[in-house]
């Protein structure tokens, strides 16, 4: 079901939206880090099985691979996320968290975490590291923007940590140890 993640503004296409809504009915709980305005927490809250937490400052601004400021992002983003999520925010199955992932504290031990956020190499290796640290065994771990221009630093953060990733369109995705295969052609059944 992504038909609701289509009206919402982003730059996630159909075939990413149906693979994250497809890997969120197969999870329990799921983190997802960079919301904006909720393109992808719509595909991942619309199928999870209990709840996704979207940890997103909605305050900063948006940076390019050599921290130069593409887009500055303050209330509107936050606003626009809650108004297009707000009935899975009301009956908690969308919980936002406005901090960054890095000050982010929980609990929590999900199944899926979906890596979204500052794309600039230390972040990356931040995310993905602390990711690894709350996933659970067997658990997806995915991110966005692999080998797209102007973000070199996802594609090779996320080559130095996982050599056979699995990608679709410009999402990576691996399992922590490794319990399924890591065909890097993969399409997990999305055609």
């Known amino acids: 079901m992504i038909e609701r993640a289509l009206d919402i503004s982003g730059w996630m296409n159909p075939r990413e939206l149906t693979w994250l809504a497809q890997t969120a009915v197969k999870s329990k709980v799921a983190i997802e880090i960079g919301s904006y305005f909720g393109r992808s927490a719509r595909a991942i809250g619309d199928n999870i099985q209990d709840r996704l937490y979207c940890v997103d400052p909605w305050s900063l601004d948006y940076f390019d691979n050599d921290s130069q400021p593409l887009l500055t992002v303050g209330n509107l983003a936050y606003e626009g996320f809650c108004r297009n999520l707000a009935d899975l925010i009301d009956r908690g199955k969308v919980v936002p968290v406005r901090t960054t992932f890095k000050e982010f504290n929980s609990r929590v031990k999900p199944d899926f975490i979906f890596i979204d956020g500052d794309h600039r190499r230390e972040a990356v290796e931040h995310d993905i590291e602390k990711s690894l640290k709350m996933l659970s ?55």
């Open 137 to 191: 065994d067997g658990g997806i771990l995915a991110g966005h923007d692999y080998a797209m221009n102007g973000w070199p630093a996802v594609k090779e953060v996320v080559d130095e940590h996982f050599p056979n990733v699995n990608v679709i369109q410009q999402i990576w995705w691996t399992v922590k140890n490794g319990s399924e295969s890591n065909d890097c052609n993969s399409d997990s059944g999305i055609r």
